[in-house]
Antibody, heavy 122, light 107 residues
């Protein structure tokens, strides 16, 4: 059974750095045609894709946050880490990690973790 | 960035109704379009991927169609457990983007 679980602080102060960890089980981070993505959702709003890391370690991230956002992994611990620097209250959201599946160029997110609500406030 | 516009933003329906929602891309994305269902307080789950492929375990009353810029998700004979918000998502190019969602509510 494939599962993903997010962990990290629930409250972060403005200008601090947010670090979230996604721990996966049931698949390997190096399995071809798979990867892990981070997606967030502000309260009451739509989903926003943030970044993903491919099975070969290559990464990609959203343009608007690229200067503040880093995605990395520890394959020995089956973990993917998202770091967001200089946070602001607008970064308040539920942060999800999800397995990215690839097939013939198509890709989709399945399954998703339960999500972690992060509030940015002083 | 590719913009995805979903319509309607909400729709009201009854159990047994046939409902259709639309997702329009700002430029052609072939069939690189997925649909997710999200219930309140829960993570999304994929319903249809590659525009028309039903995810394993999803009831056959769900169907997806389209290619290029126009896509639809249809639910035949709506069931109580289908009341949720549905998001489309494109995997044609980076950054990946989502639509704003269509909320299916009780009439």
């Amino acid at each position: 059974q494939v599962t993903l679980k997010e962990s990290g602080p629930v409250l972060v102060r403005p200008t601090e750095t947010l670090t979230l960890t996604c721990t996966v089980s049931g698949f390997s981070l190096t399995t071809s045609r798979m990867g892990v993505s981070w997606i967030r959702q502000p309260p009451g709003k739509a989903l926003e894709w943030l970044a993903h890391i491919f099975s070969n370690g290559e990464t990609s991230s959203t343009t608007s946050l690229r200067s503040r956002l880093t995605i990395s992994r520890d394959t020995s611990r089956s973990q993917v880490v998202l770091t967001l620097t200089n946070v602001d209250p607008v970064d308040t959201a539920t942060y999800y990690c999800a397995r990215t599946q690839f097939d013939y160029g198509e890709s989709w997110f399945d399954p998703w973790g339960q999500g972690v609500l992060v509030t940015v406030s002083s | 960035d590719i913009q995805l516009t979903q319509s309607p933003s909400s729709l009201y329906a009854s159990v047994g109704d046939r409902v259709t929602m639309t997702c329009r891309a700002s430029r052609g994305i072939s069939t690189f379009l997925n649909w997710y269902q999200q219930k309140p307080g829960k993570a999304p789950s994929v319903v249809v991927y590659a525009a028309s492929v039903l995810q394993d375990g999803v009831p056959s009353r769900f169907s997806g169609r389209g290619s290029g810029t126009d896509f639809t998700l249809t639910i035949d004979s709506l069931q109580r457990e289908d009341f949720a918000t549905y998001y489309c998502h494109q995997s044609y190019s980076t950054p990946r983007t989502f639509g704003q969602g269509t909320k299916v509510e009780f009439k």
